[in-house]
């Protein structure tokens, strides 16, 4: 039931586009983001709940869809900053406050 | 607000001894999480409580661990006996109910747990 992170790594130049991918076998009601930097907590980015919406976060964006159980973080105009590791956690009901299920991350690495 | 607090930051015990983490919520959030990760396992949830009642313990790996939230501002993760196979991160994090859907977890800075 853990969802399925794809890429498990990925290197960027500042400045170029990277997307997230984060798949579930299940019904999904909700997805979190989370970047957790090296040696840190992770740090809520976003939640997009059932419906399909997306959502941004200065240059940082993720859709949802629902049908396809999936959702995709977009990080645009990379920056050095971005760097972390970042998880999407997935709850399968609404009112799931607590059963959150957290996929194994994807390493995103920005280079200068 | 000073943020999820836990203590100690990190731990180094021999196997057999009992290990005590602690955590302090952000005050006014009503939920508590305890999670651990490792490398091969990633993030994975132990127990929740709700306004201080653990709601499910499931994800607890076996009797050695218990927590226990005695109030609205503490709450402890024990291992006892510890093994080397707990060595991990220990996160505690916090939330509270929003009207309309689930909402962001604050997480503390972990306690790192080295088991010999």
């Known amino acids: 039931q853990q969802p399925v992170q794809s890429p498990q790594a990925v290197i960027l130049r500042e400045g170029e586009d990277a997307v997230i991918n984060c798949s579930s076998s299940k019904a999904l009601y909700s997805v979190h983001w989370y970047r957790q930097k090296h040696g840190e907590a992770p740090v809520f980015l976003m ?12 240059k940082i964006s993720a859709s949802f869809n629902e049908k396809k159980q ?10 050095l900053s971005y760097s972390g590791t970042y998880f999407c956690g997935t709850a399968n009901y609404g009112g799931s ?15 200068p | 607000d ?24 952000i005050s006014g959030h009503d939920y508590l999480f305890w999670y651990r990760q490792t490398m091969m396992r990633g993030l994975e949830l132990l127990i ?8 499910d313990d499931s994800g607890m790996p076996e ?7 005695p109030n609205a501002s ?20 916090s939330s509270s ?3 309309g859907g689930p909402y962001e977890q604050y997480f503390g800075p972990g306690t790192r747990l080295t088991v010999t």
Not at chain 1, 97 to 111: A, C, D, E, R, W
Not at chain 2, 48 to 55: E, G, L, Q, S, W
Not at chain 2, 63 to 69: E, H, N, Q, V
């Open chain 1, 47 to 58: 939640i997009l709940l059932k419906g399909g919406e997306q959502k941004g976060h200065d």
């Open chain 1, 70 to 79: 999936q959702s995709s973080l977009y990080l645009t105009a990379s920056q």
């Open chain 1, 97 to 111: 406050q607590g059963n959150l299920i957290f996929g194994k991350g994807t390493k995103l690495s920005v280079k």
């Open chain 2, 2 to 25: 000073a943020g999820v607090i836990q203590s100690p930051r990190h731990e180094v015990t021999e196997m057999g001894q009992e290990v005590t983490l602690r955590c302090k919520p």
């Open chain 2, 48 to 55: 929740y409580f709700n306004n201080n009642v653990p709601i």
């Open chain 2, 63 to 69: 009797d050695r661990f218990s927590a226990k939230m």
């Open chain 2, 74 to 93: 503490f709450s402890t993760l024990k291992i006892q006996p510890s093994e080397p196979r707990d060595s991990a991160v220990y996160f505690c994090a």
């Open chain 2, 97 to 99: 109910l929003k009207a």
